[in-house]
């Protein structure tokens, strides 16, 4: 089955700042790739998609990109803010025509003022 | 709209009991997918329901069976609970092979 490693485990960074998440995905047939931020005592909020049909996709300080011919995709947050806090969890899905996701283990990421 | 809801919030068992926990999609959604997050990890899946059928299967025991009802509302039954047990368990609906939302959660915890 599909397996996802997502890099750093915890993420500090100054407020302003930028910040990069990192994953890589096993099964080539994977065309879909989530992104979740997690605030703590919630549930996972789906905060950007990319689908393996393009290489990038930005939505205001937000972006992802996607290297199939590596197998990874990375996120990007700009100018970070106290908010940006909390859990952020990529996943990938097996183009078996149905919707489940593998998850990695998630990056803790952490915007000091 | 109202977005995915669960219930309970949390809920306390005792091992070798059975649960059942209740998931009501986001409106316009017909697939409800379960998974399991245990403390500091990502969500596992369990299981999927689609037209009121189990879709496809996680790597969970048979102590875990689900139901999902004409509304597409569905609940996850837990039978003779294990301390291991203990985690969220969150419910996400889809209306397509893509998107899914995820709703806030049930903590269970078994002792």
């Known amino acids: 089955g599909e397996n996802v490693e997502q890099h750093p485990s915890t993420l500090s960074v100054q407020e302003g700042d930028s910040a990069v998440i990192k994953c890589t995905y096993s099964?080539?047939?994977?065309?879909?790739f989530p992104w979740y931020k997690q605030e703590l005592g919630k549930g996972p909020q789906l905060i950007i998609d990319?689908?393996?049909?393009?290489g990038e996709k930005k939505d205001q300080r937000i972006a992802v990109t996607l290297n199939k011919t590596a197998k990874h995709f990375s996120l990007h947050i700009t100018e970070t803010q106290p908010e940006d806090s909390a859990v952020y969890f990529c996943?990938?899905?097996?183009?078996?025509?149905?919707?489940?996701?593998?998850f990695g283990k998630g990056t803790m990421l952490l915007v000091s003022p | 709209d109202a977005g995915v809801t669960q219930s309970p919030t949390h809920l306390i068992k005792t091992r070798g009991q059975q649960v059942t926990l209740r998931c009501s999609p986001k409106?316009?959604?017909?697939?409800v997918s379960w998974y399991q997050q245990a403390l500091g990890q990502g969500p596992q899946f369990i299981f999927q329901?689609?037209?009121?059928?189990?879709?496809q299967r996680g790597n969970f025991p048979d102590r875990f069976s689900g139901h999902q009802f004409p509304n597409y509302s569905s609940e996850l039954n837990v039978n003779a609970l294990l301390l291991g047990d203990s985690a969220l368990y969150l419910c996400?609906?889809?209306?397509?092979?893509?998107?899914?939302?995820f709703g806030p959660g049930t903590r269970l915890t078994v002792t």
């Open positions: 996400a609906s889809s209306s397509d092979f893509y998107e899914q939302y």
């Open positions: 099964d080539s047939a994977s065309n879909y």
């Open positions: 990319i689908r393996s049909n393009v």
């Open positions: 996943a990938a899905k097996i183009n078996s025509g149905y919707s489940t996701l593998t």
């Open positions: 409106s316009g959604h017909d697939t």
């Open positions: 329901y689609y037209e009121e059928e189990e879709r």
